[in-house]
């Protein structure tokens, strides 16, 4: 609740003047809600979303009320100080994006098991099925790879390939002679 109140956006209000609670039942008949709300001092203080704070000032003025802003907290709030800092906000958005992109891709190759002479023999083979370092994600069907490169390489009896984050694990187990 508290993420979803700050994406949006929230406002502290200090409600002074006479039909207080005229101003309240017909915030309330429309449907907005007031959270926080106390009395102090012969004033009502509260928090209400943003973008509702304007409906609750002109209801406040046509009840000859007054209603003042204490605090403004929330991502709109945020944001509006680097309004005139635009490539910042653009840089910060194309770094997430270029971040988020880059999950679908394989970054590393972990091989364990398999140290003999044809470790070369079995990357290359690896390589030709598309199981490679830039390689997409989703493009690989990790069973029928597993099996197309098991006989490609003669010297291996078992190998299983499994995809953990942006890194293919190769577990490896070679013949018995």
């Known amino acids: 609740l508290w993420l979803i109140r700050y994406m949006k956006g929230c406002v ?12 309240l039942n017909r915030i309330r008949s429309r449907y907005i809600q007031i959270w926080s709300l106390n009395s102090s001092g012969g004033c009502l203080e509260g928090t209400i979303e943003a973008r509702e704070y304007q409906k609750l000032a002109r209801c406040a ?3 000859h009320g007054k209603c003042r802003v204490k605090k403004k907290t929330g991502f709109p709030f945020y944001v509006m100080r680097y309004k005139k800092r635009p490539g910042l906000i653009l840089g910060a958005a194309l770094c997430m994006i270029c971040l988020l992109v880059s ?19 079995l990357c290359e083979a690896m390589e030709q099925e598309g199981v490679k370092v830039g ?7 990790m069973p029928l790879l597993q099996q197309r490169v098991l006989m490609e ?10 995809i953990e984050g942006t ?5 490896v187990s070679e013949k018995d002679i």
């Open 135 to 141: 390689a997409r994600i989703s493009d690989l069907d």
């Open 103 to 121: 999950q679908g891709y394989i970054w590393r190759i972990d091989m364990s098991g398999y140290e003999g002479p044809y470790r070369e023999t």
């Open 167 to 171: 890194c293919v694990s190769v577990e």
């Open 12 to 23: 502290q209000f200090r409600l002074e003047g006479d039909g207080k609670e005229e101003v």
């Open 61 to 63: 003025r046509k009840k």
């Open 153 to 162: 390489v003669d010297d291996i009896s078992w190998l299983a390939m499994n």
